[in-house]
């Protein structure tokens, strides 16, 4: 059958808590963190072509390198290539693809923007070629692009524990109406995991068997980002856009995964979209992103 035209939805990813609970002797982090994704993010377009192609659009698509594609790109045509390879040894035919990356998630930003497109390129070109593989194969797949990558192919709320291969469903967490901020200043990750004083701390307590709303903003408030006091440290911009979060009204505030991206916590999404508003006309070079998170319905 002829392929035709198809799109796939690269959500943000939000680290809810992370905690840092080891290390390993390969140098991996071991990490703990409750882990949900907005509405909000990147998009991949996969259309026929007579040979491969990869364009770069959106917002934030001209500050990727035009001849490397940048690390997402690399990311979503390193995703493409692993997947084809998969196929072909199965005796599967891959025909060329044109794929178009709209990049509207700010580059190094802690939200998952170079894993959620990887795993994004994995889901359209399942589809676009018509092809299927067995989850553990695609698992296998996806770690090699990234740890982050397995929770990103998901999309739905979950745990991930281990170097982030260790994965379980939230199926009881709602849904958030949030802000993303971000200061559209890079942090260095390696810079922050090296000036973690420990790297041995307790995981997550267990979350709420229930979707009470007020009951999963009490049990987040009880958990941390064990990356964000380093992160505040290399970049103070990062305390200033939390306190902007707070002061538009936000219920929790938290820096999500390495940073420097933020998000606040609001009521609904009337309140999320009047903080956007107002915190937009503060620091209009800012980037501020009003959204809502995956999962059950807000409360």
């Not at 990147?42 to 491969?52: C, G, H, V, Y």
């Not at 199965?90 to 990049?103: H, N, Y």
């Not at 559209?184 to 995981?203: N, W």
């Not at 990356?227 to 505030?253: F, K, T, W």
């Amino acid at each position: 059958m002829p392929a035709h035209a198809t799109s796939e939805a690269a959500p943000a990813k939000i680290n809810l808590a992370l905690h840092v609970t080891g290390q390993r002797a390969d140098g991996y982090h071991l990490l703990d963190s409750i882990v949900t994704f907005a509405s909000h993010g990147d998009r991949l377009s996969f259309s026929p072509a007579e040979r491969d192609s990869f364009n770069l659009a959106g917002r934030f698509g001209p500050l990727l390198s035009d001849t490397a594609e940048g690390k997402d790109g690399n990311l979503v045509l390193k995703a493409r290539d692993l997947l084809r390879d998969a196929l072909t040894a199965q005796g599967r035919t891959t025909r060329p693809v044109a794929i178009e990356l709209e990049k509207n998630l700010p580059v190094a930003s802690g939200i998952g923007g170079g894993s959620a497109d990887a795993a994004a390129t994995l889901r359209g070109l399942l589809r676009f070629w018509q092809a299927s593989l067995s989850p553990d194969r695609l698992s296998e797949i996806a770690l090699k692009l990234g740890a982050d990558v397995p929770m990103c192919l998901e999309s739905r709320p979950l745990r991930a524990r281990g170097i982030g291969e260790q994965i379980d469903m939230l199926d009881a967490m709602p849904r958030f109406a949030l802000v993303l901020a971000n200061p559209l200043q890079a942090v260095s990750t390696p810079d922050i995991f090296r000036r973690l004083t420990h790297k041995d701390h307790p995981p997550i307590d267990a979350p709420p068997e229930e979707g009470d709303r007020g009951e999963w903003i009490g049990f987040l408030a009880d958990q941390r980002n064990d990356l964000e006091a380093p992160a505040r440290a290399l970049l103070p911009e990062i305390a200033e856009i939390s306190d902007m979060l707070r002061n538009a009204g936000a219920r929790l505030v938290r820096m999500s995964g390495s940073g420097a991206t933020c998000f606040g916590i609001y009521d609904d999404r009337a309140g999320a979209d009047a903080a956007e508003q107002k915190l937009g006309q503060l620091r209009p070079d800012w980037y501020f992103q009003a959204t809502e998170t995956t999962g059950n319905a807000i409360g």
